[in-house]
Nanobody, 128 residues
Framework: QAQLVESGGGLVQVGGSLRLTCTASGRNFSSDLMAWFRQGIANERVFVAAIGRAGKSIDYADSSVRDRFTISRNDARNTVYLQMNSLKPEDTAVYFC????????????????????WGQGTQVTIFS
């Protein structure tokens, strides 16, 4: 059974850093589109970043995320990472890893409904 498990969340002061890890199992995910979403108090899963096959395609939600976060993947280890720096209170959310069949256009990879495998989420809390 295909499964994604997130780890690395926690409680961090403003300006700090965290690295989230998504570990995949059950099948090979190297051909999949992989992404990170987050869900805050609005209770909606919002796109953060996506990465295509072999990391050749990468995109972020907006310039604020692009300037502070880095998505990467290690297909040999079936893992995806989200390095988050200069964290802000508005980054507080549950972060989810997700997988989808690979297609690369923004209207596809930015939509949570396109992903068919999800992790359970990891809580990130930023305090001042």
């Amino acid at each position: 059974q295909a499964q994604l498990v997130e780890s690395g969340g926690g409680l961090v002061q403003v300006g700090g850093s965290l690295r989230l890890t998504c570990t995949a199992s059950g099948r090979n995910f190297s051909s999949d589109l992989m992404a990170w979403f987050r869900q805050g108090i609005a209770n909606e899963r919002v796109f953060v970043a996506a990465i295509g096959r072999a990391g050749k395609s990468i995109d972020y939600a907006d310039s604020s995320v692009r300037d502070r976060f880095t998505i990467s993947r290690n297909d040999a280890r079936n893992t995806v990472y989200l390095q988050m720096n200069s964290l802000k209170p508005e980054d507080t959310a549950v972060y989810f890893c997700a997988a989808a069949p690979f297609l690369w256009w923004r209207d596809y990879y930015s939509r949570a409904a396109k992903y068919n495998v999800w992790g359970q989420g990891t809580q990130v809390t930023i305090f001042s």
